[in-house]
């Protein structure tokens, strides 16, 4: 390996921490304001399933969070399956984070339980788990399909997320965002294909 790719390399990956590092301090900024300066009032900017005020949580609920263990709960996964995301090009992160907010969210809205209100990252987590299960088959590059095999040993059985399970935590939003991260992968491999 030259000194150049090197250099490239090292670059990628400080613009990847910067980047995965900048969204996790942003998630903790907003928990620490909303607890400590509002009494957990930010929390009415997430999804409100079919209230058409609601719909702004599909920007702001990954942003927030049900107190300090549910944020820690999201952080380590978001960390890993982000920068796997980011691995092949660090561009896939922001498609299949955009993808992934819109379908999970719009998921949500509509399906969510009535007077219930969806906060939380996990919808990008299960985004990010979708997407990197399914890139391999949609893909067919061994990189890919090494990475699916991976991501699928690691953290193959959040997938049983997508299922009603336990009460006050969003099914809905793992489910969709879910299938918006298998979206993104099918995108973005007939985007590759195609150029």
């Not at 909303?34 to 957990?40: A, E, L």
């Amino acid at each position: 390996m030259t000194r150049q790719e090197r250099k490239s390399i090292t670059s990628e990956l400080q613009t990847q921490a910067i980047i995965l590092g900048g969204w996790v301090a942003l998630m903790w900024i907003v928990e620490l304001v909303d607890i400590f300066v509002f009494g957990r009032k930010l929390d009415l900017y997430g999804i409100l399933p079919r209230n058409p005020i609601g719909l702004r949580g599909i920007l702001f609920a990954p942003f927030l969070h049900g107190g300090f263990s549910h944020l820690i709960s999201n952080t380590i996964p978001f960390l890993v399956l982000g920068w796997f995301v980011m691995l092949q090009e660090t561009s896939d992160f922001f498609v299949v984070t955009s993808i992934t907010m819109l379908v999970g969210g719009l998921g949500v809205w509509l399906l969510g339980a009535p007077n219930s209100v969806h906060i939380g990252a996990s919808v990008l987590i299960f985004g990010y788990l979708g997407f990197l299960l399914f890139r391999g088959f949609f893909e067919r590059n061994l990189p890919s399909i090494f990475l699916s095999i991976l991501v699928g040993f690691l953290y193959g059985g959040l997938v049983w997320g997508v299922l009603p399970s336990q009460p006050h935590v969003s099914w809905q939003g793992h489910l969709f965002g879910f299938i918006g991260g298998i979206l993104a992968a099918r995108l973005l491999a007939k985007r590759k294909l195609s150029s």
